[in-house]
């Protein structure tokens, strides 16, 4: 399904902003972005990873204050967190890395402490991702990154003692392995904080090298048939590579990897506009998450290809239900139809509004200049 072609400007335009309002109406008091406010198993949480993205869309889009107090929200965190990170960072120096169970949680309350319900919490995309979206917000809009600086070296600190470890995946699964999105989200964050030139020389020359480190470990340990893996020594491939030739831009969407990246997500995972996970999702059945075709459609557009940009960004739109909220994902075509059930019986419906998937319609209507005129003058306020 497609908009028509002659509501096809319009539509995208009037849904860039209404998504955009409800993000800004969701927002909590304290800056943080709730996952969703609905879903029994994310209400009450807001994640590095996903607020990052959604602080991008925000910013993109002219929204500054709104994906400001997101940062200082994550800053605050952070630096509660500080005697935990010396911990971590000087027991991986000694050699005798903390348990996983030790690392920092990948989602916190809206208070910014650390949930008590179990989940699968040790990820590290997060703490590159808002390191990334600060980056891009302050090459956006001028701002001071100085009232950052002590949260963004922590976050160095942390992510340079750490990045080698395996750990959950953007997913919350497969805790074994060393996945490349996470990598990318690492260097891409790494990559930002040294460009934000807040950071002391022992901090950006440990960034510097920690980056250039996984880059390389990408291109050599990351790659199977010419596509980025989804995890290293994995062949497979995983739709959230797409951030990584896309937004992240830690290979250029118009590189010969980034090409075959996306045409393996492509060939793999998407019917129709709608892009899938990976091919092994059961998750609610294992659906079309609109959020991810969004961020491969900001890889066709670095890549050039404006056109197969804007059918994604038409699939994403087309999803949105009658008062405008996006899901999470959604069904019609379904890898493991008989997996619904067992999901809906433990958490309900799939998430909807899931403010990630507006955040990343917003995020590729800008890149394809689809969005009329939006707020800019917000950001000055």
């Known amino acids: 399904m497609t908009l028509p072609e002659i509501d096809r400007p319009r539509s995208i335009a009037r849904l860039a902003e209404s998504s955009a309002d409800l993000i800004a109406a969701l927002q909590d008091a304290g800056g943080a972005y709730p996952a969703s406010p609905t879903f029994s198993a994310y209400a009450g949480y ?47 120096d000694e050699g005798r890395p903390v348990a ?15 949930g008590v319900d179990e989940w699968w919490d040790f990820q590290l995309d997060g703490y590159g991702t808002w390191l990334w979206a600060v980056g891009e917000h302050v090459r956006r809009h001028g701002t001071d990154a100085s009232r950052w600086v002590r949260a963004i070296e922590l976050s160095v600190a942390y992510l340079c003692s750490s990045w080698r470890r395996p750990c959950f ?33 022992a901090h950006e020359a440990s960034a510097t090298r920690v980056e ?25 491939v995983d739709a959230s590579l797409a951030s990584v030739v896309g937004l992240l831009e830690v290979v250029p969407g118009g590189s010969d990897l980034g090409r075959a990246t996306t ?6 995972l998407t019917v129709d506009g709608g892009v899938h996970r990976y091919l092994d999702d059961t998750f609610y059945g294992g659906g079309r998450w609109p959020l991810l075709s969004c961020m491969l459609g900001v890889a066709h557009a670095r890549a050039g290809d404006l056109d197969r940009a804007r059918e994604l960004l038409d ?59 939006p707020n800019a003058a917000e950001a000055t306020e």
């Open 212 to 236: 250039a480190e996984i880059v390389e470990l990408i291109r050599t340990d990351g790659v199977a048939h010419g596509h980025l893996a989804k995890w290293l020594g994995s062949t497979a």
């Open 169 to 201: 995946d953007w997913w919350e699964e497969h805790a074994m392995h060393v996945h490349v999105s996470t990598l990318g989200c690492i260097a891409a964050g790494l990559r930002e904080a040294v460009a934000l030139g807040v950071l002391d020389a």
């Open 100 to 114: 996983d169970g030790a690392m920092l949680p990948t989602r916190f309350t809206f208070e910014g402490r650390a």
């Open 315 to 373: 699939w994403a739109a087309s999803t949105a239900a009658r008062d405008g909220a996006l899901p999470e994902q959604v069904g019609g075509h379904l890898l493991a139809p008989e997996r619904v059930d067992e999901w809906v019986e433990r958490w309900g419906p799939v998430a909807q509004p899931l403010l990630w998937s507006h955040a990343m319609l917003i995020r590729l209507a800008v890149e394809l200049d689809a969005v009329g005129a």
């Open 263 to 268: 045409a393996a997500i492509e060939h793999d």
């Open 46 to 92: 807001s994640w590095f990873r996903d607020g990052a993205f959604i602080a991008d869309g925000m910013s993109s889009y002219g929204r500054a204050e709104s994906a400001e107090r997101f940062f200082d929200w994550c800053a605050r965190v952070l630096e509660s967190h500080a005697d935990e990170i010396a911990a971590i960072t000087a027991a991986a």
